[in-house]
Structures are given as structure tokens and as C-alpha cells.
């Protein structure tokens, strides 16, 4: 009788604790969005804020079976819809939240380049509601999910994880500063993986496809869903229907969400050939990934065509996250599932085709999954990612919450009380810790540098190579590590069992 | 912030304290680019004045309608921001081209400076916290810092209450610790910087006078004139030069103008509501008894002209008769405070005359509920008592701060920060208050406390965090009136009676107000 009311008791303080949090992770958001947009007053093109609410302006406008195609009304070269339809869906669903508040900002074709107080207030306000409604509840079941199957971590630990998690300072600056809706991909895609991993395949594979068709970009995760959404199969007593219906649920999900572009195989490849910009070349900008880094010597588009290069992008994002993909194909677990999905989400990001500064949020996500493992490299990566982001972070006149959310970060990762145990502090020798003191200070004074130098004339963009040219080395050492991480565990893994099988 | 577990190494302590600073820090840095009011451009003018004109001009100029209206060491501490503003941006500090100036160079400036000058403020809540417990200390570390209505008000608004209050809480730590002559001292220096804060002057006398000045006649003597040549020192030093130029009326005439009404023009949820809702009712059920009552010509936000009354049937209230009142209503204190002074009392005391001064004083800023709700703070740690009258009092002192922000822009923020605060107190005060190791002298006050249990709830535990039902039902109260005032209001009233929603929030507050303010009483008469 006591211990039930003891647990009733934890279980409240848990869900106080929990709100807690995400009121504080909501009001940073709130308090960041009172930032400018990306392309805040700049014509004639703006920036994201402009692409979002060029869509819903569309969708509300226009029939499904017009929002892709290229017309007089939907000029197509002026931030054409390239994104899957439920990020159509989505745009038209927040379309209508402003046509009833402010009609003025989403009228068809008046609208372009609309900015105003109210139009820039419910645009922010969408974004949040968005991340409220799904990121939110998608990290608590992550986190419950979680921890259920582990028994013994401590609550002060969940608690820092759960704030690592939603306080991560690229994702606000890019969904909240910048101006994107990255919360409802990555939202999904956390949707997914707990469901997974709480053994719902079906319900996650479905919320995955969905992740899908929000963003492309959440391809990165494929491989290593494929890959331990097989190996679970094959371990269940009749591999060919589990992997039957997994199938039908992947392709009813996807069916269901196509819908009005599946009459025709024309307007299904109009879709389609939008989602695949090509033309734009393999990389864009300085983006801290193995093509944009190597072009400094080898120039790859001169030496390729495109059509050669999409090739050799292809192979060699599968190639290297094949490993990762392998080991949960043989050893699927919960655990390994995380370091797949960084692993298979680094391989993207290094070698696939036309990567943003961006992209780099989605090996960020499992890299924050995994923080309570992996602290210290979690930390690496986020102080680096902030970097490589820094300069787009700049253009957009986000150097103020830049500061104070990577100030938040170092704050809570270093927050006392939490995480001592999970905290590996000593393995690490002084060589190591010199190292990394240089590289921190090395980033520091880059930081430094690029806001108040002037780059020389001859090389205007010095800087941004020399920040692309850090941020490489250490997202490749990263990766690195995890892999080498993620195979170990299966040696971790099987040694149990064969202790097991001794007994 | 979340969950510590219980510590015993002072540094752990101290890193703990750190690590809510810091946060509130970068949080408040977020802020920068928010509303603010008019308040920022009066600041912004006083670091031109005070920059660009010697001393004998500080009180005359007429440059802008934003003159100087702060006592001597306020503006001597915004002539010290100029220097800085002046490094920044020479805009800033120009006297003409700089009027109404908010490029990106000022406000940052402004903003920062009020988060830094903060830090006076940490400083005094670490002096008064080094007595505590360690969660007693985070908690109340956690209630100053993340204090919604110090957000409100200093960061978004824009003031620099959290300095000033600083100065007020340092000299709190003074007397607490029988320092008394830095405590006058100090709390002098504050008088100096703003003369609101006089309102606690009463229970500063009385208390200096009972503590500090006795020991046989001789010495008591010799103390009051120390104590006294100390204070007059600080003001010679910051009412001397203009006395010397001869300007010491022009500087009165500045600091205390005359002419506002009883209200400003939204009704701080004090007393006075209450006088005019009863004088409107009053004269409407006289009017339908079929008595003559003219209807009056004067507002009570305007200034008193003429001889005109702004009430119908009551008696009209003068400054003087407010003052009278405040008084009357600091009696009670004042009397324990001549009778018993005792350090350990002095913290409440001077919130509670803060307090009264808020319910009845002549002109009051909603606002001016800041000066209590702070230093309540460090007493809601001691008791559990405390504990759910200060859940209940804050929350109403935040709340009635909302229409300070009545953009469109800062209203999920100003939900947000009171409802964090909200589940920040209930979790603090429900789990660390009652987990606590309560140490003999505490346990003693404890015991004392639950004597004076107001709602005579025999049935709940006075160590437990709840709250009656009344009290419940009327924080859910404040719910449905933000509901209305907010979105049923617009939606079935439009534009008729625009006043309505301000003044229920006036209202409502009041009666919080009200209560709290009888509960601090009681305690007050009832403590030994």
C-alpha cells in the first residue's frame, strides 16, 4: 500500500518535472522567435521565412494536383514547393490558421514578400504549436520508452537527458530563428524510434514513413531503420510475413499521403522530380561534408558531369553507412538502433548529394538519443555543428540567441547534480584534454575572428573555408568513433549470450 | 531549475546557485529584442543628460518631456552608464540626435546594462541566503532570479527594479545580521536612488531606533547620533551641490509632482478599487432610490483640478488621507517592530510595509507590488505557511503585471514565464520544503507557525504543500478572467466597453491582494 503510494508520488513529480522542462525549453523557443526571420527585409527572393509562407499561400490557393506544377499563378522558379506533400499538408493547415487571423499575409499571388508584425507573430506561432504538439510528446515517449526497458537510471539523469534533448540549440535557432519546420520531421522521426523501441514496428514504421514525407532529407535515417527493422525480422518466427507487413503498412502509409498524386504517372513524377533538385550541384556554400571540404583540392565538378557524381554520391553514402546497417541486420538492438541512425545519418551527411549546413540537425538528433551514453561526444559534435551553422546563423542576424543558446547548452551539459556516474571523465589523458583545450580555443577564436575581421580580398569566404575545414575533421572523427562504437556493442552484445549459453 | 540532490559541500552549493544565474542570464539575454515601453527612451534620454550637461543643469533641462524625476544618485548612476554608452554608440549619448533613438547599438546597450546591474540583486539574495539550508537557499535563488514580474517589468518593460531592489535586500542582509549602521547606511543610499522606496521608512525608524540606539540613555544616545550623522552624510552628499546651486526645490518640484491622480490609468489592484466600485455602486442604486446625484467630472486617473471630486458619494481621498492611512495600516508593525525589534523579523516587516504602501498609497504603479514580492521571497523559504501564501500572492502580483505587456508579440511569454514559475514553486515548495532536514531553530519557528494556521484546516498537514479550497477555486478564478479578458471578451463584446477587461483584472487581483495582505497582517499582530 505504501510503496504504491510512494510510486504515485514519483510518477507526479516525474510528469512535474517533465512539465517543467518543456515549459522552459517552450519559453527559450518563445524568446528566440522574437528574433528576425532569414531574409527578414531583403528582396526580392527573402529566405526561408518567405519559401514557408510562399506554400501555404499556394496550397490554400490552388488545388493539390496544382501545387507542383509549374504555372502562371505557381511560378515554380519563385520558391517552388519541393518538399513531399505533407509538408504541402502541413502549409495549408497553418495556411488557414493565418487566413482567419491575417488574410492580407497568405492572399494568392498579392502576397509575395508579405512581412508585418502580425504575419511574422503567427508564422513564429505555428512553428511553435508544431514543435509543442509533436516534438514534445514524441521525446517524452522516447524517454519513457527508453528508460522502461532500463532499470536503475537514476531520475536526476532522465531529467538532463530529457533537457539535452529538447534544449538542443541548433535545432531552436534553425526552426525557431532562422525559420524552418524541422520539429515536425525530426518530431516524427523520434515518433518512430520510440515506438520501435517499446517493440510497436508497425506504428513506428508508419510514423517514419510519415517523417518521410515531411522532409526527404529524413532519408538519412533509412538505412538504419531498414537495417534493424530486418534484423528484428529475421530473429521472429516467420521473417517473410513480418517483413510483409511492414511492407503494406510502409506502402499504405505512403499511399495514403500521395493520394491525389497517384491518378496519374504524370503528376506523380511532376512530385517527384521536384523533390530531387539536381541542378543545384553536389554541394552549395561551405557545408562541412567530404565533397564541399575536398573540392578545396580536387575540383569534383570539373573533373565529373552530374549525372557521374549523383553516382558516385550514391555509393559512397552506401557504402559507408553499409556497416552500420549490417551490424542490425546480425545484432538489432534498441542501443545499437541509436548509434545506426547516427551513424547512417553521418554517412548522408559527409557523402550525399547537395547537403545543407542544415542537414547537419539529423545526425544530431540520435546523437542527442544517445547523450546520456555518450556525453562528451555529444557535446563535441553540438559545439561543432553550432560552428559549421554560424555563418548561415549570422547572414540571418542570429548572433544574439547563437550566443545565449550556446551558453544554455554549456549550462545544462554541465549542470550539477545530474549525470556523475554516466559522466567518463576518467579515461581521459592529458594529451587527449590538450587537444581538445586547443581545438575549443581554436573554435572560440574563429567565432571571434569571423565577427570582427574582415576576410582578405582575395579570399572573401577564408573564413568559412577554415571554419568548413574544423568542423570536417571533427564530424569525421566523430563518426568514426560511433561506428567503431556501434561494432563493439555487438562484441558487448554477444558475449552475454555466449555466457548464457555456457551456463 | 529541476531537481538537486541534497549536498553538503559548500562549492557544490555555490555551483548550483551559479548555474541558475547563469541561466536566468542568457535567458533574460534572449530578451533583447523584445517590447519595450517608453520607460526605455526615458532611460536612454537620462544617459544623454546626465552625459552632456554639467550637474547644475541635471533638474532643468527641458529637452525632452522625459525629464529628470529620480533622486541625485540615480542619475549619478546613469552618468556612469554614459561613459560606457558613449564607448558604444556617441548617438546614444547626444542630447538632441539622440532623442527617441533605438537602433540595435542602444538597446543592446540599455538591456545589458540592466542584466548586469542586476547582479546586485544576486548579490543581496546570496547575503540573506547564507543562513539557510541548502534547498531553502536554491529555492529562493530560484524565486528572485526567475521572478516573472521582475522579467516583466525589467527586461521586457524595461526599469531597473532588480538594481534597486538589490541595494534594498543588501541592507536586509545588514540588519539581519545586527549590522545596523550599514543597513541604514545602505538603505539611505537607496532612498537616494529612489524615493518610493521611502514607504518603509516608518519601520526602518522605529526598528533602528529600538535596536541599534539602546544600551542606557548615555549610549543610546550616542548611537542615534551616529546613525543620524551616517544618513544625513549620504544625503548632504546627494542633495548638497544642489542646495548649493540653489536648485534643491526645483529638484523636490521634480521628484514629487504634484497633480496625478489617485490611480494611474490602469488601477493597480489595491485598495482604492475597492472605494471605486463601491462609490459607481452606490450612486447608481441612489440615482434608482430617486436621489440627485451628479455625476462626476473628474476622473480619478487625471490630475485633481479644481475642487471637483471624482467621486459621486463618498468622501474624495487626498494624498494626505492616504498617507494617514498607510500609516494606520503599518501601525500594527510598527508597534511589534518598537516593541520586539528582532533581526530575524526585519525582512518581513519591511515587505509588509512595502506592502501597504502598495494597497493605499496615493498614485500607485502596479509596479510598485515588485518592492514586497521580492523580499517575500526570502521569507516564503521559512515556513510552509509562508510557503502557500507567497504561491498564491506572487502568482497574483505577476498576473496583474500582464498589461504591462499588451503586444500581441509577448504574450505567450508572459504566460510562459508565470506558469514556469507556477510549477517551478509547487515543485520546489511541495518537495524540497517538506523533505526538509528542519534544523531546531527553524523546527521551533515551524511550530510557531502552525499556531498561526489561518484556515484553521485541522485536517491537512501543515508540513504538506496544499492549498484550501478557496484558495484554489480563486487561482482557477484567474484563469477564466484571463479567458474572458483575453479571447471571450473580443469575440462576443468587440469593442464595447473596453475598460472592462482591465478593470476586472483589477479587480480580482485586488481581492488576492487584499487577502494576502490580512494574512501578513495576522501574522504580524499574532508573532511574539
Known amino acids: 500500500m505504501e510503496k504504491t503510494t510512494m510510486e504515485k508520488g514519483d510518477y507526479k513529480n516525474s510528469a512535474v518535472l517533465f512539465l517543467c522542462i518543456s515549459v522552459f525549453a517552450l519559453l527559450v523557443r518563445v524568446a528566440v522567435s522574437l528574433h528576425p526571420y532569414s531574409g527578414a527585409g531583403n528582396p526580392p527572393k527573402y529566405g526561408d521565412f518567405e519559401a514557408q509562407r510562399h506554400w501555404m499561400e499556394i496550397t490554400l490557393g490552388l488545388p493539390p494536383q496544382e501545387w507542383y506544377r509549374n504555372s502562371t499563378i505557381n511560378d515554380l522558379s519563385y520558391w517552388g514547393l519541393d518538399y513531399p506533400p505533407l509538408t504541402a499538408y502541413q502549409s495549408y493547415v497553418h495556411g488557414l490558421l493565418l487566413r482567419y487571423f491575417h488574410p492580407d499575409s497568405v492572399s494568392l499571388y498579392s502576397s509575395r514578400g508579405h512581412e508585418s508584425y502580425l504575419g511574422k507573430l503567427l508564422m513564429r506561432w505555428t512553428v511553435l504549436l508544431s514543435d509543442a504538439l509533436i516534438f514534445f510528446p514524441a521525446v517524452l515517449c522516447f524517454v519513457t520508452a527508453y528508460y522502461s526497458g532500463q532499470q536503475g537510471t537514476h531520475k536526476n539523469n532522465i531529467a538532463w537527458h530529457t533537457t539535452i534533448i529538447l534544449l538542443s540549440p541548433c535545432l531552436i535557432l534553425i526552426d525557431h530563428g532562422h525559420f524552418q519546420y524541422n520539429c515536425i520531421s525530426l518530431g516524427l522521426t523520434v515518433g518512430a524510434i520510440a515506438a520501435i523501441i517499446s517493440g510497436k514496428e508497425l506504428v513506428g514504421s508508419s510514423l517514419f514513413c510519415l517523417a518521410l514525407n515531411h522532409k526527404q532529407m529524413s532519408a538519412y535515417f533509412a538505412p538504419a531503420f531498414f537495417g534493424h527493422l530486418f534484423g528484428k525480422c529475421l530473429r521472429r518466427r516467420n521473417p517473410y510475413i513480418e517483413v510483409l507487413k511492414l511492407g503494406l503498412v510502409v506502402l499504405g502509409t505512403f499511399a495514403v499521403v500521395w493520394w491525389p498524386y497517384l491518378h496519374s504517372l504524370n503528376s506523380f513524377l511532376e512530385v517527384l522530380s521536384r523533390l530531387a533538385p539536381f541542378e543545384r550541384g553536389i554541394y552549395e556554400d561551405y557545408v562541412a561534408n567530404f565533397w564541399c571540404t575536398t573540392s578545396i583540392m580536387i575540383k569534383w565538378k570539373r573533373l565529373f558531369t552530374t549525372q557521374s557524381l549523383k553516382l558516385l554520391s550514391l555509393s559512397a553514402t552506401l557504402f559507408t553507412c553499409l556497416p552500420s546497417v549490417v551490424q542490425q541486420i546480425r545484432y538489432p538492438s534498441s542501443h545499437g538502433f541509436l548509434y545506426s541512425l547516427l551513424n547512417s545519418a553521418f554517412s548522408f551527411y559527409m557523402f550525399s548529394f547537395q547537403v545543407h549546413e542544415k542537414s547537419i540537425l539529423l545526425p544530431l538528433l540520435p546523437a542527442s538519443l544517445l547523450a546520456l551514453e555518450e556525453p562528451s561526444i555529444f557535446q563535441w559534435l553540438i559545439q561543432f555543428a553550432l560552428l559549421s551553422m554560424f555563418p548561415l546563423l549570422c547572414r540571418d542576424k542570429l548572433v544574439i540567441p547563437y550566443a545565449a543558446l550556446y551558453g544554455i547548452f554549456i549550462l545544462l551539459y554541465n549542470a550539477p547534480g545530474w549525470k556523475q556516474d554516466a559522466r567518463e571523465r576518467s579515461s581521459t589523458s592529458t594529451a587527449k584534454s590538450l587537444l581538445v583545450a586547443v581545438i575549443t580555443m581554436i573554435s572560440v577564436l574563429l567565432h571571434v575572428i569571423y565577427l570582427t575581421i574582415s576576410p582578405p580580398r582575395r579570399y572573401p569566404f577564408l573564413f568559412e573555408a577554415i571554419i568548413m575545414l574544423l568542423c570536417f575533421s571533427q564530424f569525421i572523427a566523430v563518426a568514426v568513433y560511433t561506428n567503431k562504437k556501434q561494432w563493439m556493442l555487438s562484441k558487448q552484445h554477444s558475449a552475454p549470450m555466449a555466457k548464457e549459453k555456457h551456463l | ?528
Not at chain 2, 293 to 317: E, Y
Not at chain 2, 454 to 472: A, V
Request: proline share 5%; hydrophobic share 50%.
Open chain 2, 1 to 528: 531549475m529541476p531537481t538537486k540532490p541534497p549536498t553538503t559541500s559548500t562549492s557544490k552549493n555555490i555551483k548550483d546557485l551559479i548555474f541558475i544565474t547563469l541561466l536566468a542570464f542568457f535567458f533574460k539575454i534572449l530578451l533583447i529584442p523584445s517590447y519595450h515601453s517608453t520607460d526605455f527612451e526615458v532611460h536612454r534620454h537620462w544617459l544623454a543628460l546626465t552625459h552632456s550637461l554639467p550637474l547644475s543643469h541635471w533638474y532643468l533641462d527641458e529637452t525632452s518631456p522625459w525629464t529628470l524625476d529620480y533622486p541625485p544618485f540615480f542619475a549619478h548612476f546613469e552618468h556612469f552608464l554614459s561613459f560606457f554608452a558613449n564607448l558604444v554608440d556617441p548617438i546614444i549619448v547626444d542630447l538632441h540626435k539622440g532623442l527617441n533613438f533605438d537602433g540595435p547599438s542602444v538597446i543592446v546597450f540599455q538591456r545589458l546594462s540592466v542584466i548586469v546591474s542586476e547582479s546586485v540583486l544576486i548579490y543581496g539574495v546570496y547575503l540573506l541566503g547564507r543562513k539557510c539550508g541548502f534547498r531553502e537557499r536554491v529555492l529562493m535563488w530560484v524565486l528572485v532570479v526567475w521572478s516573472p514580474g521582475l522579467v516583466i517589468v525589467d527586461h521586457v518593460h524595461f526599469q531597473y527594479n532588480g538594481f534597486l531592489l538589490g541595494i534594498l535586500l543588501v541592507s536586509l542582509a545588514a540588519l539581519e545580521d545586527r549590522n545596523d549602521l550599514l543597513g541604514g547606511f545602505v538603505f539611505a543610499v537607496l532612498l537616494c536612488f529612489k524615493h518610493l522606496f521611502a514607504v518603509a521608512a516608518p519601520v526602518y525608524f522605529v526598528y533602528l531606533l529600538r535596536h541599534y540606539c539602546r544600551g542606557g540613555v548615555f549610549k543610546g544616545f550616542g548611537r542615534l547620533v551616529m546613525m543620524g550623522t551616517v544618513v544625513a552624510a549620504v544625503f548632504v552628499v546627494a542633495y548638497g551641490p544642489f542646495v548649493y546651486y540653489g536648485q534643491i526645490q526645483q529638484v523636490f518640484s521634480r521628484m514629487f509632482p504634484f497633480g496625478r491622480g489617485l490611480c494611474h490609468a490602469y488601477w493597480a489592484p489595491n485598495f482604492w478599487v475597492f472605494y471605486i466600485i463601491l462609490d459607481k455602486v452606490l450612486s447608481v442604486l441612489l440615482v434608482k432610490m430617486g436621489f440627485d446625484i451628479k455625476a462626476p467630472t473628474a476622473s480619478f486617473t487625471g490630475g485633481l483640478v479644481g475642487d471637483s471630486s471624482p467621486f459621486a458619494v463618498l468622501p474624495t481621498v487626498t494624498p494626505l488621507a492616504t498617507l494617514i492611512l498607510v500609516l494606520l495600516a503599518m501601525s500594527p508593525c510598527l508597534y511589534k517592530a518598537w516593541k520586539n525589534p528582532q533581526p530575524r523579523m526585519i525582512t518581513r516587516w519591511v515587505a509588509y510595509a512595502y506592502f501597504c504602501g502598495f494597497l493605499f498609497g496615493w498614485h500607485v504603479h502596479e509596479k510598485a507590488s515588485l518592492h514586497f514580492v521580492i523580499p517575500l521571497a526570502i521569507v516564503a523559504v521559512q515556513s510552509m505557511d509562508d510557503a502557500k501564501h507567497y504561491y498564491l500572492m506572487s502568482i497574483v502580483s505577476s498576473y496583474s503585471l500582464f498589461p504591462l505587456l499588451y503586444e500581441a508579440q509577448e504574450y505567450p511569454l508572459k504566460v510562459l514565464l508565470l506558469t514556469l514559475h507556477v510549477i517551478l514553486m509547487w515543485y520546489g515548495f511541495s518537495s524540497q520544503l517538506s523533505k526538509t532536514v528542519v534544523s531546531n531553530t527553524s523546527a521551533q519557528r515551524k511550530k510557531k507557525d502552525d499556531n498561526y494556521d489561518l484556515k484553521k484546516n485541522s485536517g491537512t498537514n501543515p508540513r504538506k504543500f496544499t492549498l484550501n479550497w478557496i484558495e484554489k477555486s480563486y487561482l482557477s478564478g484567474l484563469l477564466l478572467v484571463e479567458v474572458w479578458s483575453q479571447f471571450l471578451h473580443p469575440a462576443f463584446l468587440g469593442i464595447r466597453l473596453p475598460f472592462l477587461p482591465l478593470m476586472m483584472i483589477s479587480i480580482y487581483c485586488a481581492f488576492g491582494m487584499m487577502y494576502s495582505w490580512m494574512w501578513q497582517l495576522h501574522w504580524i499582530v499574532k508573532s511574539h
